[in-house]
């Protein structure tokens, strides 16, 4: 069974730091594109960094400057470094990956993450 399994998340105060963690198990061939979004409370889901199979990177304008998203292949995961965390970036944090399986190309989500920032 393919699967993207997230840790990490947590509680953390007002300019903190959290790293999270998204690995991808199961039969996979290879990973195309990976990202982290955000749910906040009575929100749309939002996408806050992407990263492509070879390393280019991009970012909302409401992370940027602050997270980083990075990935190790090897390992089939996904990573989002945030620094200066504020109480706006309190949601539940979802990865995303393009997987080439048994299936073909297809689309996966995390099962999420909480983080709760606060002031």
């Known amino acids: 069974q393919v699967q993207l399994v997230e840790s990490g998340g947590g509680l953390v105060q007002f300019g903190g730091s959290l790293r999270l963690s998204c690995a991808a198990s199961?039969?996979?061939?290879?990973?195309?594109?990976m990202a982290w979004y955000r749910q906040a409370p009575g929100e749309q889901r939002e996408v806050i960094a992407t990263?492509?199979?070879?390393?280019?990177?991009n970012y909302a304008d409401s992370v940027k400057g602050r997270f980083t998203i990075s990935r190790d292949n090897t390992k089939r995961t996904v990573y989002l470094q945030m620094n200066s965390l504020k109480p706006e970036d309190t949601a539940v944090y979802y990865c995303?990956?393009?997987?080439?399986?048994?299936?073909?190309?297809?689309?996966?989500w995390g099962q999420g993450t909480q983080v709760t920032v606060s002031s």
């Open positions: 990263i492509r199979a070879f390393g280019s990177t």
């Open positions: 199961g039969t996979i061939f290879s990973i195309a594109d």
């Open positions: 995303n990956a393009d997987l080439f399986t048994m299936s073909g190309r297809g689309n996966y």
